[in-house]
């Protein structure tokens, strides 16, 4: 079916001209690396091309920035002069490792990491007090982590009729057992087309099949060499992380885990085949409007809290904003010059995430004269909640009631088979590093961690020994050259222990956001509101907790305190 555009305001610029304003505000970018090389290797022992030109100025990307908390339109322009440091895009090499030497006599697996979801309206409460129970997804100050699991019980019980109606809306349940069931499957007749014998196995943080659960399966499978592969292109402390996490513990207490071999990729959203395939799909939604050309492309990723990002030193944020870049570049080579923006969805709480949000970004864009919008979820790779009823129902209502009258939505990847055989190209490149982690991930460790872009590069830097200053605008490399019998320089992908060490660096009890009292409808009034809301909760389950008496033992909430 072919939608029709139709024209845009008077008053608002063509698609090719819009862009941010000169005066936004400018976000942080690490200048350029002085690099002693043009040829650079990087992530899963692949060639690939960095951009090494020195003193670019911090204005580099000013007709791609936000402005405040409104939307900036970036007018899709050939962008190579906006490359931040060492990206690049990563072309499979699969076909030159050497597999049959690597695999012998062993037992490969890989381990899909994923979220979870529930299958039937009944597992919603306890699929949210799982989700709200993990400390990677709500912090609570040291002193009352005890109340960790209260507080869940608690949210899950009070959040549990609307998630369900959203449940209920979509069929009863969440899809995404069974769509990461089939892309397991899908993986695994790849990795055999590719002449990699090996299992796929699924491990969901929140819901089954548990993780703890995929790994008895492993162990009982007798694997001996396992890639782990969380099933998010872009790394967070809040899904890679927290999942990451939950197997540090499994691995530590598990005399078979500590002796077998394993490695990590952390994040793939740089991998070719996975752009090309949301490029791909990108494109073909846009030729369902009668005008392509004037359809603004609209990505919006999952949010985090913005503390993650600004002191815990989440790299979310600049993996996700270089992801965009990738696939923007892609389809300009494909003649395809759209504008588009970034927004964060699904946001929950008092406090502040990531900018500019979803729903209010859709206002503006329909403010501003936007006729045909055309949403990407760029954090999922599997349908649910978020995408179906959120993005499908939510987002599309409040996009029609803003004036914007066509509006399309690109599909989550599923079992895309450029995307899937790209996932088998990134488990067999890993293969030769597991087991074999190098001294890289430990002296990254010391790195400052002052760059969420240049930190995300180092995790796959074999060869890289970085020193850098805060603040300067130069970078030394030391390359050391290491081969496996061809110039390719080995690349660890990180076992789950040296992974974890890098972010637990900066993994302490979050800053304040606001230092001083600030009066008036500001981000500090809303912060302090927040933290009021949140003593008197923490007051209230005190209370509970110590007297077993109250409206949470009356409604039956918190029966196992009495």
Not at 161 to 190: C, N, V
Not at 210 to 232: M, N, S, W
Not at 473 to 480: D, E, P
Request: glycine share 6%.
């Amino acid at each position: 079916m072919m939608m029709n555009c139709g024209a845009m305001n008077a008053t608002t610029p063509s698609s090719t001209s819009w862009s941010a304003s000169q005066s936004s505000k400018i976000p942080m970018f690490l200048p350029r690396a002085i690099c002693s090389t043009q040829r650079m290797c990087c992530g899963f022992g692949v060639h690939v091309d960095a951009c090494v030109s020195t003193n670019v100025s911090r204005n580099a990307k000013d007709s791609m920035v936000w402005s405040g908390t409104s939307p900036s339109l970036y007018s899709k322009q050939p962008i190579n002069k906006f490359l931040l440091p060492l990206r690049a895009l990563v072309t499979s090499t699969s076909q030159d490792v050497p597999i049959a030497s690597l695999i012998g006599r062993e037992k490969v697996g890989v381990l899909l990491l994923n979220l979870g979801g529930p299958e039937t309206l009944e597992d919603v409460q306890p699929f949210l007090f799982n989700l709200f129970a993990d400390p990677d997804i709500i912090r609570l100050p040291r002193l009352f982590r005890f109340l960790q699991k209260p507080l869940a019980q608690f949210i899950s019980v009070t959040r549990a009729p609307k998630s369900k109606e959203g449940y209920a809306s979509i069929g009863g349940g969440s899809p995404l057992r069974h769509i990461t069931d089939a892309q397991a499957e899908e993986l695994r007749k790849s990795l055999w087309e590719k002449q990699v014998p090996a299992k796929v196995y699924v491990g969901m943080r929140y819901w089954h099949p548990f993780t703890e659960e995929a790994i008895e399966q492993i162990k009982r499978d007798g694997v001996t060499k396992l890639v782990v592969l969380p099933l998010y292109p872009q790394f967070s402390i809040s899904t890679s992380g927290s999942s990451l996490r939950l197997l540090e513990s499994i691995f530590r207490e598990d005399e078979y885990l500590v002796s077998m071999q394993h490695t990590v990729i952390p994040s793939w959203y740089q991998r070719e085949g996975y752009i090309k395939a949301m490029a791909n799909l990108i494109g073909k939604e846009l030729e369902t409007f009668d005008h392509p050309e004037q359809v603004v492309i609209f990505f919006s990723a999952h949010g985090v809290p913005l503390a993650y990002v600004e002191e815990a030193g989440d790299p979310y944020k600049a993996e996700m904003e270089e992801c965009i870049d990738l696939i923007m570049e892609e389809l300009e080579k494909r003649k395809i010059m759209n504008a588009y923006t970034l927004a964060y969805q699904s946001r929950v709480g008092p406090v502040e995430w990531l900018k500019p949000y979803t729903d209010e970004t859709i206002i503006e864009l329909g403010k501003r004269g936007v006729k045909c919008l055309l949403a990407v979820p760029i954090s999922f790779v599997s349908e649910h909640i978020e995408t179906l009823e959120e993005i499908d129902v939510e987002y599309k209502e409040l996009a029609l009631k803003s004036g914007i009258e066509k509006w399309g939505r690109v599909p989550a990847l599923g079992c895309e088979p450029t995307f899937i055989s790209d996932l088998a190209d990134a488990v067999i490149e890993s293969l030769p590093y597991v087991g074999a982690m190098a001294v890289s991930n430990i002296e990254a460790r010391q790195v400052p961690l002052f760059s969420q872009q240049l930190r995300s590069k180092i995790r796959c830097l074999k060869f890289a020994v970085c020193r850098c200053q805060h603040g300067t605008s130069q970078c030394q490399w030391n390359f050391l050259s290491t081969s496996l019998g061809s110039s390719q320089s080995l690349v660890p992908l990180g076992s789950v222990e040296e992974l974890l060490a890098v972010y637990d660096s900066k993994r302490r009890e979050l800053q304040s956001p606001v230092m001083v009292w600030e009066w008036g409808w500001t981000r500090s009034a809303e912060t302090w509101n927040g933290r009021a809301a949140m003593l008197a909760v923490l007051v209230l389950l005190v209370l509970e907790v110590t007297t077993g008496q109250g409206f949470l033992h009356q409604w039956g909430i918190l029966p196992f305190f009495h």
